[in-house]
Structure formats: C-alpha cells, structure tokens
C-alpha cells in the first residue's frame, strides 16, 4: 500500500500537480505524491516543516549507533527545529491509503 498524506480532510480525488522546484529535474509532469509504508513515519509532520530522519542501515557501526540513538530503544529518529514543536503537536493530517498499481 502506498500513502498520501495531507491536512486537508475528505479528499476523494487527487488532482495530480507540478513537482516541487528540488524535484523537477528528476520529476518530469504533473504528479501526485506518495509514500511507502516503510517510510511513512518521516511524513506525518506538516509539509513545509523541515526534518532530519534517520535509522540504523546495513552499513552503521555499532559507534555510530550509540552515538545517534544513545541509550533509546528508537529504530528510527525525525529530529525537527524546536521553533515547530508547537504546530506539529497542533497540526492535524489525514493519511489516505492508495493502490501502488496506479503508481511508477
């Protein structure tokens, strides 16, 4: 299943629209955004909120893994600037599920 997030309720048609400015030279169209569960959670903050997320790979040393994630049971971290905290704890989304056939 794909993912759509979004704060704005009771979509029931996604109109597909340009790539965002850093995505156009690798997105050619018009295009609706979607995301994989496995990476749902860097998502759910609101759309202009800068993030950092990241995750232990195949590649990480036990160092870094202590240094990043510390003594925390976390498999994953999405830091954000403090001056956000407010709107994201007020910030209403909505997640829609979306068949991946209808998808590239």
Known sequence: MLFHISDQAGITCFVPRPAPSASAAVHDGLMVWAI????????????????????????????????????????????????????????????YELPPATFR
């Open 36 to 95: 994989d569960g496995e990476h749902l959670e860097n998502m759910l903050l609101p759309r202009d909120c800068p993030r950092v997320c990241f995750r232990p790979g195949s590649t990480s040393t036990a160092g870094d893994i202590a240094r990043l994630f510390g003594a925390t049971s976390a498999r994953r971290v999405i830091a954000i600037e403090a001056g956000w905290f407010r709107r994201v704890c007020q910030e209403r989304l909505y997640c």
